[in-house]
């Protein structure tokens, strides 16, 4: 297997640090890195459909959910913060991708939900983005995929416990 450039990041903390095991930042190093091509890649594909990866993200919520749900439930799904969600609603509500309902059994709050013309973008862009994510896998064998599964459910069940913690 051929080194990336965390191989290299880590030879240069083994010598200038050697008393600091650099393989745990090895593997938050390529996740990070990981995570930031997935976010520039799908960004650009989802170019094609007018919609950026914050606004894909809630809709596919819905889009999946098949039901209209509450901002709340959106934030704490994207892990973000109230703010940032308000921020992704509007955008996709002034695209005319979602739109708020009255809370059939809270008419103080709200319920969004996907218009047909959301319908219409999420769709396609969900179609797209497996094929183009399945594409990145293609290199790994099924019982490889099974172990980065395995590991990574493992490592973000360890994660979300001291984040629930802290």
Same mark, same amino acid.
């Given at each position: 297997?051929?080194?990336?450039?965390?191989?290299?990041?880590?030879?240069?903390?083994?010598?200038? *640090?050697?008393?600091?095991?650099?393989?745990?930042?090895?593997?938050?190093?390529?996740?990070?890195?990981?995570?930031?091509?997935?976010?520039?890649?799908?960004?650009?594909?989802?170019?094609?459909?007018?919609?950026?990866?914050?606004?894909?993200?809630?809709?596919?919520?819905?889009?999946?959910?098949?039901?209209?749900?509450?901002?709340?439930?959106?934030?704490?799904?994207?892990?973000?913060?109230?703010?940032?969600?308000?921020? *992704?609603?509007?955008?996709?509500?002034?695209?005319?991708?979602?739109?708020? *309902?009255?809370?059939?059994?809270?008419? *103080?709050?709200?319920?969004?939900?996907?218009?047909?013309?959301?319908?219409?973008?999420?769709?396609?862009?969900?179609?797209?983005?497996?094929?183009?994510?399945?594409?990145?896998?293609?290199?790994?064998?099924?019982?490889?995929?099974?172990?980065?599964?395995?590991?990574?459910?493992?490592?973000?069940?360890?994660?979300?416990?001291?984040?629930?913690?802290?």
């Amino acid at each position: 297997m051929m080194d990336d450039w965390v191989d290299e990041v880590q030879a240069q903390w083994r010598r200038s *640090r050697p008393e600091v095991d650099p393989e745990p930042a090895g593997v938050f190093l390529r996740v990070l890195r990981v995570a930031r091509l997935v976010e520039r890649l799908t960004g650009e594909a989802l170019e094609e459909f007018g919609v950026d990866r914050a606004g894909f993200e809630v809709l596919s919520v819905l889009a999946r959910t098949d039901t209209p749900v509450s901002p709340t439930r959106i934030a704490t799904e994207l892990q973000l913060t109230g703010a940032g969600t308000t921020k *992704r609603l509007r955008q996709v509500e002034a695209a005319g991708l979602v739109r708020r *309902r009255p809370n059939a059994q809270d008419g *103080r709050s709200v319920d969004i939900e996907l218009t047909e013309q959301g319908q219409a973008v999420i769709a396609p862009a969900i179609d797209s983005i497996h094929t183009l994510e399945a594409s990145w896998l293609d290199d790994l064998s099924a019982p490889d995929r099974d172990a980065l599964v395995s590991g990574l459910r493992t490592v973000l069940g360890a994660l979300t416990r001291a984040a629930e913690s802290s």
